[in-house]
């Protein structure tokens, strides 16, 4: 989980414990240590701010106000940025979505939606037909990194341990 400006949970979370009770991660970190500790004890964990401040996904794809910039990225997730030009797609790029409600084996389900449509769900009070709130997750691989072979521009520049430790 990553913080932005608030400790509360998204309000389609369905955690039963507080932020609070997740250890914090603050100060640079291995990415092999984040690695053993972390994930693969499928440990829960918070990013702060501070460690994440540099972060390229928090320069450029949130405002000033803390919340997700969507003309950013329909900009630039909306974009085919193979030779010969760049092509705008109208919304029509194709994004993984996991929908939090339904499982599927041991994980959530997953859906294509066109990225216009997961923008449109963003923007909206995300409530389904029944009156009950869905919540659905921008997925950033399906196929290992999708998403980054869909829009080769979104790809970072840093290695993972660089990441991790903030540079």
């Known amino acids: 989980m990553i913080e932005l400006s608030s400790s ?8 039963t414990a507080p932020l609070s009770a997740f250890p914090r991660i603050s100060d640079p970190l291995d990415y092999d240590e984040f690695l053993r500790e972390y994930l693969e004890k499928n440990k829960p964990c918070v990013f702060s701010a501070r460690f994440t401040e540099g972060w390229r996904a928090r320069q450029a794809w949130v405002t000033q106000a803390g919340t997700p910039d969507v003309d950013y990225l329909l900009h630039h997730f909306d974009r085919d940025d193979q030779p010969p030009f760049p092509v705008r797609r109208n919304g029509e790029a194709k994004v993984p979505v996991a929908d939090c409600d339904q499982k599927h084996y041991d994980s959530q389900e997953k859906k294509t939606y066109t990225l216009q449509e997961y923008i ?7 409530e389904s037909s029944e ?3 869905l919540c659905l997750y921008l997925k950033n691989c399906g196929k290992g990194v999708a998403m980054i072979e869909e829009f080769p521009s979104l790809k970072f520049k840093s290695s993972h341990s660089q990441l991790m430790s903030n540079e």
């Not at 509360?8 to 955690?15: K, L, V, Y």
């Open 8 to 15: 509360e949970c998204s309000p389609c979370h369905h955690a």
């Open 131 to 133: 009156g009950k709130k």
């Open 120 to 126: 449109q769900y963003w923007n909206t009070a995300r």
